[in-house]
């Protein structure tokens, strides 16, 4: 995704935090997962990027957590970062520390 950036000037080059929302529900209709979006981290040079579900609530416009949330992150070794240096890991936060982090972003 990050790929489509590079040809819109230095967007993806000077941008501290490029986040892209999906939702599944909007492009096929019978989608199970029903009003949820992904917010995709694509980049962020200070921190983990990754995937983050959220409750999207259609009659007001807003992204609400859902309990049992699962982030899936791909951390960058700081100096000399390759793609096969790649480690994934798993994170559990609670409802509060997703809110936080989102609306900090």
Known sequence: ???DLRESGQIEQYADLIAFLFRDDYYNRDCEEDNLVEVILAKQRNGPIGTV??????EYGSLKSSQGLHL?????PASNSRYDEIYDFKR????????ER???I
């Open 53 to 58: 579900k959220l409750a999207f609530h259609k």
């Open 1 to 3: 995704m990050l790929y």
């Open 92 to 99: 559990s936060l609670s409802e509060k520390q997703v809110s």
């Open 102 to 104: 989102l609306l900090n």
């Open 72 to 76: 899936r992150f791909r951390h960058f």
